[in-house]
């Protein structure tokens, strides 16, 4: 079975790229994007299995790229995790106004991160 891939959009490098370390760890593939921009200038046939999104980033936040995320042809039906260290009370309500499936809080445990992934990870894959 090919690995679940994960693009991984966060302004802040070493928690991003720590992540990117402990995912692949696990087992799964991923690229570090540190902005929403950046995110869109990832190769345009690379679609991955889930996007683990920053919520507070510069310039364009969490909402503005999961909102341009779903406008998208190739991101549209991708799952988006909300990683932020918001509660997720702060997060619940815009977040699924900007369609974005799941959250999960910066520092807890990550085994529970990767159960969330693998719930999110389409069967295409298989």
């Keep these: ?3 679940i891939t994960l693009l ?3 302004d802040d490098d070493a928690g ?3 992540l990117a370390a402990a995912v ?3 087992g799964c593939r991923a690229l570090v994007a540190a902005s929403g921009k950046a995110a869109f200038e990832t190769p345009a046939s690379w679609v991955p299995h ?3 999104l920053d919520i507070e980033m510069p310039e364009w936040d969490g909402f503005s790229v999961a909102k341009a995320m779903r406008g998208s042809s ?4 991708v799952p988006i995790v909300a990683h932020s260290s918001l509660p997720e009370a702060e997060v619940s ?3 699924i106004e900007a369609e974005i499936d799941a959250y999960y809080r910066k520092g ?3 085994r529970g991160l990767f159960r969330t992934i693998e719930y999110l990870a389409p069967v295409r894959y298989l």
């Excluded at 190739?74 to 039906?77: D, G, H």
């Design 108 to 110: 807890e445990p990550l």
């Design 8 to 10: 991984i959009v966060d």
């Design 74 to 77: 190739r991101f549209a039906t």
């Design 50 to 52: 889930v996007v683990i």
């Design 16 to 18: 991003a790229n720590a």
């Design 93 to 95: 309500e815009r977040g």
């Design 1 to 3: 079975m090919p690995p």
């Design 24 to 26: 692949m760890a696990y």
